[in-house]
């Protein structure tokens, strides 16, 4: 996946902008990551940084072999300035596990960096101004998987995707890259009959890890026409 055109609005844009890659793929990489950290904290980009307590740009290892990317941070995540630290991020914590992985082996962060007052939605803008950031963690990790959180995040990273209703629990190849969308682990918690589901999906990554197949370099065949509204989960 190339960078997303907003990298080209923060040239156009007073305050910070992200760095270029450093040469040296795994200490650099975890340099750049430290530096795009720091200008997430920093950003005015949008008006989000007058309500936040601050900005929250994701934890993990530059070596990563799987990255997640959920919605935006919550209350929770606003005060303590890490992604996934609520109840959802308990629920993703399990998850994990349950298939032999820790929260510190994988690189988590979201869609927007910092906090929509009141948890509302994420508005275009928004997305918008937050796009180079993760565009470039996305590039310094290289990640083997993107792991694809909800609503939010399936139409930001793959916008031509069907609804997550229908594409969780597949492996999307776009661009040199594997997504895997699921549920938004808050979905499970206000529908308690989503957890199967989220478990069964995550028995798939796992699978994938176990056995991975090389990402074709051309697009996948194309999906299947996206689910009526009503099928869909209205809030991830």
């Given at each position: 996946?190339?960078?997303?055109?907003?990298?080209?609005?923060?040239?156009?844009?007073?305050?910070?902008?992200?760095?270029?890659?450093?040469?040296?793929?795994?200490?650099?990489?975890?340099?750049?990551?430290?530096?795009?950290?720091?200008?997430?904290?920093?950003?005015?980009?949008?008006?989000?940084?007058?309500?936040?307590?601050?900005?929250?740009?994701?934890?993990?290892?530059?070596?990563?072999?799987?990255?997640?990317?959920?919605?935006?941070?919550?209350?929770?995540?606003?005060?303590?300035?890490?992604?996934?630290?609520?109840?959802?991020?308990?629920?993703?914590?399990?998850?994990?596990?349950?298939?032999?992985?820790?929260?510190?082996?994988?690189?988590?962060?979201?869609?927007?960096?910092?906090?929509?007052?009141?948890?509302?939605?994420?508005?275009?803008?928004?997305?918008?101004?937050?796009?180079?950031?993760?565009?470039?963690?996305?590039?310094?990790?290289?990640?083997?998987?993107?792991?694809?959180?909800?609503?939010?995040?399936?139409?930001?990273?793959?916008?031509?995707?069907?609804?997550?209703?229908?594409?969780?629990?597949?492996?999307i190849h776009r661009a040199g890259r594997t997504y895997m969308p699921?549920?938004?682990?808050?979905?499970?918690?206000?529908?308690?009959?989503?957890?199967?589901?989220?478990?069964?999906?995550?028995?798939?990554?796992?699978?994938?890890?176990?056995?991975?197949?090389?990402?074709?370099?051309?697009?996948?065949?194309?999906?299947?026409?996206?689910?009526?509204?009503?099928?869909?989960?209205?809030?991830?």
């Open positions: 996946m190339g960078l997303h055109p907003a990298a080209m609005a923060l040239r156009l844009v007073s305050g910070p902008r992200v760095a270029e890659l450093p040469e040296e793929p795994t200490s650099g990489a975890q340099a750049h990551l430290e530096a795009i950290a720091s200008q997430v904290r920093a950003c005015v980009l949008c008006p989000l940084h007058q309500t936040r307590t601050q900005g929250v740009p994701g934890t993990g290892p530059a070596t990563a072999r799987v990255m997640a990317v959920g919605e935006a941070p919550g209350e929770h995540e606003d005060r303590e300035g890490r992604p996934f630290v609520g109840a959802a991020g308990r629920l993703l914590t399990q998850l994990l596990e349950e298939i032999g992985l820790s929260r510190e082996d994988i690189f988590i962060t979201n869609v927007l960096k910092s906090r929509p007052p009141g948890n509302r939605d994420p508005l275009p803008e928004e997305v918008l101004a937050c796009a180079p950031y993760l565009d470039a963690q996305i590039e310094a990790l290289q990640p083997e998987v993107i792991l694809v959180l909800g609503r939010h995040a399936l139409q930001r990273l793959l916008p031509e995707a069907p609804g997550i209703s229908r594409a969780h629990g597949t492996m699921c549920y938004h682990p808050a979905a499970a918690l206000y529908k308690g009959g989503l957890l199967g589901t989220l478990r069964q999906d995550f028995q798939r990554l796992q699978t994938h890890l176990q056995h991975p197949v090389a990402t074709p370099a051309a697009a996948s065949p194309a999906l299947a026409p996206p689910a009526p509204a009503d099928e869909q989960l209205g809030l991830f």
